[in-house]
């Protein structure tokens, strides 16, 4: 059973800085890994898609990694501002079965002025 | 291009009753999927519909069910409900196809509140 991990739960930098979070996945047949945006009480905003045979994407200040061999992602930003402050939710698309997203429990960030 | 729709955006029912959600799907899109979002918690799959056709199932029960129109466009169905069901409840569009992993767009979503 796939298993998707992140950490930390919750994060606060000052604005300004540059940081990382973090993704893991236990089974490594993997369609895809995507990065969402989640806003309070708003739907999934699509951020990145990493392809399974893809190392890393980049998108603006964002940029993010794909280690399929060790199921580890990560989401690089750059120059972080408030309004980047919102729940950051990684999933994967596994290859067997109904092509579904499995999704972690999203880290909360918060971006301090 | 319009992007994935859902309605409505907020609705509170009973225990025990029945509630219909709605989406479109993005232009261009052939696959529909559902999921049930817990608060606090990451969305958790519970079905897809490809060719109006389920082809795919999470860990939910059958008074969980749906339906894919012909122009894409979908419905969640919930009966019985129970105050477990109190969710955020998001659509996701995507093209299928076979062997590939496509990208998901998903909706803003439907927030039911089961009392």
Sequence with gaps: KQEVTQIPAALSVPEGENLVLNCSFTDSAIYNLQWFRQDPGKGLTSLLLIQSSQREQTSGRLNASLDKSSGRSTLYIAASQPGDSATYLCAVKKIQGAQKLVFGQGTRLTINP | ?115
């Design chain 2, 1 to 115: 291009e319009t992007g994935v729709t859902q309605s409505p955006t907020h609705l509170i029912k009973t225990r025990g009753q029945q509630v219909t959600l709605r989406c479109s799907s993005q232009s261009g899109h052939n696959t529909v999927s559902w999921y049930q979002q817990a608060l606090g918690q990451g969305p958790q799959f519970i079905f897809q519909y490809y060719r109006e056709e389920e082809n795919g199932r999470g860990n939910f029960p059958p008074r969980f069910s749906g339906l894919q129109f012909p122009n894409y466009s979908s419905e969640l169905n919930v009966n019985a409900l129970e105050l477990d069901d109190s969710a955020l409840y998001l659509c996701a569009s995507s093209s299928y196809r076979r062997g590939q992993g496509g990208e998901l767009f998903f909706g803003e979503g439907s927030r039911l509140t089961v009392l």
